[in-house]
Every structure is written in C-alpha cells, then in structure tokens.
C-alpha cells in the first residue's frame, strides 16, 4: 500500500521502536490484556503483530476495550439510538420498536419498480395489520407499553451539555465525551453541566418512563429518541432546541471555536462521508490533551521561571552599572508609590524590579550591558521557536495513539483498491489501460479535493496557530486512510433485538415462561412486520488501540464483538498455544473462495497468503496442471 514518506509533517514520521515499544506496554496494562504482548514484526512483511504469551482456550477472553474515537453510521442512527460515546443503546423498547418502524415505512415508500413490489407489499400489509398511526405515535410517545420491555437494560438519554442533540447513556459518558472532544466539536455551545432528561442511573434496568418524549410523529421522519435526521457534533443529529444565543467564537483549550462553522463542517460530512466525523474527534482529543500536558509543563516550570527571571533582572541592573534601590527614589516611583499607599519605597522596589524581571526574562538574556536591539529582537525570535518547539513537542505526545496506526493517504488507498480491481477485471478483457489510470486519477483528486473542503471547514471551526502540522491536508488525508485500513465495524446489539430474543429465550434471561408466552402472542404482529430488521444492530465505525494491530488471517483463531454495552470484546476461536499469533478475519471469509475472499481483501490493500489460501491456491494450481495434463 502507497503511503506518503515524503511528508514534511513530523506527526507523519516513523515513530521510534522505544517510544512504540513503551506505549503499548501502557496499552497493554490499562487494558489488563494479561498473556498478550505487541511483536514489531510479525514476519512476512506484515508489519507489527499481537502474539499470545500463554494459553487460551477456545471461548476465553483475551481482552475488550473501548475505540479511542468512533461514531455511529447516521443511517443507523435513524433507526437504533445509542449513547454518543459508549454506543449503549438509550431510550425505551418502545421507542426503538416505532423507531424501525418508522424507518420501514420511509423505506417501503422509496421502492422503485426495480423493487419485488408484491413483496413491498406483503411487508406493507404487515405493518397496517400490526400498527396504525395512533399506535405507533404511542409507542414513540411512550403512550403505549409493550410487555416485558423492562427486563430489557436500557438507559435514559442524557442531553448534551451544550445543547445539540447528541444523547449519552449516563452523565458520566456525557462527561467523559465533553471532556475529551465534544467540547470543541458541539455546534452550539457551552452549558454549565450537563443535561438530562432524568436523574436516574444508567445502570437502571427498565424502560426509563421518565424519558424525555422523542420528536417522533407519525410521518416517521425522526430517529428514534428523539435526534433529528441531520449530523451536528461528532455523532449524527443536527441540533433544534438552542438554549440560548452563544458567542459567534469561543476560546477553549487555546482554541478559537467557531460553532457555526462547525454546524457546515459536520453538514458536508453528512452529505459525504462520515468518516470525516471520526477524523475531527480525533483532531479535537488530541488538541485537548496537547493543550493540558502544555499547562502542565507551564505549572512545573512556573517557580523556576520567576527565580530565574529575578535573577537575571539583577544581573542586568548590576551591569548597567544601577542600583535597584536608587531606582525607587525617583519621582515617578515615589508618586507610584505614595498613589498606592505603599509606605515603602522597598516595595515600590520590589515591584519595578518584578516588572523589569519578566522584561528581561521575554528578552532571554538578551539585555546585557551594551547589548543592541538586534540582540533582543533575536533573543526574541529564540523564545519564539523555543514555544513552536514545546507546543510540537506537546502535539507529538499527545498524537502518538494514531501516530503508531498503519497509515496510507486515503486517495491513495481507495484509488489503488480500484485498480486492483480493473486490473483483474481488464486480465480477461482488452480494457484500456491509458483510460483506466485516468480513471485513478481522477478518483485521487476528487477524494484529495473532498478532503480539502472537509479539512478547510474544520479549520474554520477549530483556529489554533500552536498546532498547524495537525491541520495539514496530508496528515488528514493519512488519518481518514488509517481508518479504511485499520477500523473495526461495530455492530452493537439493538435493543429490539435483545428483547425479540428475551422473549424467544426467557430460560436464559431468567424471564417466567407463561409470560414470556404470553407476550410472544401479543407482539408476534410487530415481530413479524419488523421481519429481519428487528435484528438489525447499532453500526457504526472505531479505531481501537489494540485490536487495530491485530493481523488478518482467513483461518482466524479469534473473533471481535461489540457487547450492548459498546466494548469490543475478543475472544478465542479456536486453542490459542503460547507464542501463536493472534488472527483475525477482516472479512466474511465463511463459505467463500479464494478468489472471492482476495477480491474482498483489496479494500486493505494486501493478498493473503495465511495457510488457508496458500494450501487452496496450491490446491488449484495442481488441478490446473492435472487438467493440462490430461
């Protein structure tokens, strides 16, 4: 896969083993993943790879984390309401139930004659002998209960603090997610704390009835509790209720935000590609975290800087042949010092020699006896690159979670995939070549121009002079590329579909079985016109710390997951030996051939040569030659 190593941006330079090396020992212990260790090289050509350093047995856990940036797919969010962090699904059954309802109606009413129309029939049919709009407006109003729903954990929505429609599991996702990001990718503003529709625990199991009423109606044009059908913020849904009017900009963690610039940035990606959405989080989490291990560096270094600039104010007044105490006697220091009641000229010393202190600390050094202008304009600029190199030092830092990814500029990565795949097709055919690498061309400045007008209008939102190697179109174009390459799909179990299994299984859910029985007949209508998208899940997109630096194997021995609770969970397919790697499928290799499984792997840039292609390609090769033969 093409990548960029001509960049001149340093957060696109190689990261040093060591510093890799001791950031996934961290990872590795915050996450408890005991038996795991990180190999720099997996052999192959494969780049780094996750290795087990004791047994696992088949079903066992090797280790669940949470995604360092994600955001659910808006399609899903229209149908399946979940926390804006956590992806725990918030609302009630019932919500949810009218929620893919309603997303079944929009859908039914697109079919086009290219559709099974007597199938788009039979569903419709469906739907009008389990609902009508007063019991569907019910069941979105929280007007309607449907049996056995509060065996199913849910959560009550928790508003954003400042005031878009994003919606969390519990204050402390709304917290947690304010802290580090949303604050500087809300559209429209800052609250004191945040808000929530009830006081209640996310931990609560049951239907949370004192949920605030989604904006649902009739005409289904809503998600289901209660965002509205455009993104605003890192997650989907455009904000309707503006508490109050915000400042047109706000400065926040040294950054100049621009919320309504904000409002376009997510609009274009909405209407783009919300990968984009993924890309900001990740820009605003690593500005917020550059900007506090600046403070802190600022704090430690406060005491040392006023000593040394009191020292160096004495060393200039002794070379310039002055003395600090003559200096309070003058008038202008006597006034200044009668004004405010001082009583002592000391102290009107003590201030002066303070004010000239910090001077003389800004020039470096620089005014010494019979020093010149230009000295101090140089000792200046000095200071001046000392602080461009602290704020990269601190961005670098801040950065290394993506820094250590794969990474490839996304132009690159979709074009390649797309001629891979005219080179196999034009194997069997007399394409032309000359047009098929205009067509790559093409594609590379579109997708480069798209992510240009996606960057220019994150700029807009988000001004900071300290970090401009963040902003830079080849680092977004690497980081929107790590995410094609190295992101996990989610799929987050719904809550309809919990409660469809609750009912089917109660044995396992502790759950009476006469009720059980007893609430299958009276919702079978729904099951049934809801059909298969009542097992839909949440989906959705993340970038994970560990899990994105595990390899690809179309014999994997170990699966990752998504818990209702939004952790990724991976666990052992198969006995794992001591030393074995850890191997993942990227694709849905069941049931599929070799070719089929290798025109699947071309979106992550690489032919598989695990032994289960190799042994089939082996295989192949051998009937080929004996059909030759013969």
Known sequence: MASDTTSNNPLLQLVPQDTANEYYTAVLSSLKANGIEIRPDAGGG?????????????????????????VQQLDSKLEVSTCSHCFKAVGTVEQHVGGKICCLINELSDATEEDDLRQVQDRVDKIQAAV?????????????????????????????????????????????????????????GAAEGPSSSSSSSSDDKGKGKAAAAPQHSASCSHSPAGGSSSSSGDGAGSSSSRRAQKPAVQQLHGVAVNRAKLGAFFEHADETNDIFRVAAQVIASTIITADKLLQQAAADTAEGAEAGAAYARAISAAAAGERIAARVVTPAHAAAAAAEGAGSTAAAGRDEQQEAAAAFARAAGAAQAGSTVQQVLVAAGSEQQQQQQQCLQALQAAFLPFAVGHKAAWWDVVAEQQEEAEQQEGSESDGDSDSEEVDAAELRAQLKELAADSLALLRAGLQDSRFPQLFDLQLYGSLVGMFELNNLALAVPAPVARYKDMLLHPAEYGVDMDAAAAAVQEVQPLLEALGDDADAPAEGTGFYALQSCVNHSCAPNAAATCLPSGQMVLRALTDIAAGSEVLLSYIEEEGAGLQERRAMLRDYGFVCSCERCSAEELAGALQAQQLVAA
Do not use: I
């Open 46 to 70: 494969r780049g780094k790879g996750v290795f087990a350093t004791k047994g696992f047995q088949q079903g066992d856990v090797l280790w669940t984390e949470r995604p360092l940036a994600a």
């Open 132 to 188: 009508n709009s007063q019991f569907l407006e019910g069941l979105l109003q929280g007007r309607v209960d449907l049996p056995l729903t509060g065996e199913v954990d849910m959560a009550e929505p928790v508003k954003c603090r400042g005031g878009c429609s994003e919606e969390y599991c519990s204050s402390g996702c709304e917290a947690e997610a304010w802290e580090r990001y949303h604050c500087l990718l809300c559209p429209v």
